[in-house]
């Protein structure tokens, strides 16, 4: 929002611009806010899941994550149950130690690294599936 309206302001400051070079009022005309506005998408404000969406890893992850439970507690942008995923990869950094100490915390189960409320244990997972999981979480980066 803050940018678009920037953004409207220099294309005004422009128009003005052409008006005092000489273009007259029919170039402050067509050089108005609302024609240049679908092109200011601002980059920015792009969701997580935008970002990361076509991304191998994101993909597998996701597909994983939505076949067992971890969705009911945790979400991308906003903390649940859980962290929010994108609050997990700021705390981790993205090395395969970190991806095996966490899909293994996944299963097992834990608690105290982001309150008191536990995480149960997923004995039913394999270190395989939880790694894809954890691959897809640490690679949602702002
Ligand atoms: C019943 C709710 C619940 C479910 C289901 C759940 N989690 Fe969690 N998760 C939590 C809570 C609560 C924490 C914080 C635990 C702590 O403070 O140590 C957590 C923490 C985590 C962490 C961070 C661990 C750390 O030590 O920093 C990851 C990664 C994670 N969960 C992934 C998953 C994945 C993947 C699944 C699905 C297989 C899943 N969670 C299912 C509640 C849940």
């Known amino acids: 929002m803050k940018i678009t309206r920037s953004l409207n302001f220099g294309l005004l400051a422009l128009a ?3 008006f005092a070079c000489g ?3 029919k170039a402050a005309e067509t050089a108005t806010p609302e024609a ?15 970002k990361y969406k076509d991304d191998p890893i994101y993909i597998k992850g996701l597909e994983k994550l ?15 149950v859980g962290p929010s995923y994108a ?3 700021a ?4 090395t395969e130690e970190n991806v095996t100490m966490l899909a293994q915390k996944v299963i ?6 982001w309150g008191e409320v536990p995480m149960p244990a997923h004995p039913g997972l394999s270190e ?12 949602l980066k702002k």
């Not at 076949?67 to 649940?80: G, N």
């Open 36 to 50: 240049a506005a679908p092109a200011a998408a601002p980059a920015q404000e792009i969701s997580l899941e935008d």
């Open 87 to 89: 609050d997990v990869a």
């Open 16 to 18: 003005g611009l052409a």
């Open 108 to 113: 097992a189960g834990g608690v105290g690294v």
């Open 23 to 25: 273009g007259g009022e």
């Open 66 to 80: 939505k076949a067992s439970d971890c969705t009911s507690c945790h979400m991308v942008e906003r903390k649940i």
């Open 91 to 94: 705390k981790y950094e993205n």
């Open 128 to 139: 395989e599936d939880a790694k894809d999981m954890i691959r897809y979480v640490l690679l």
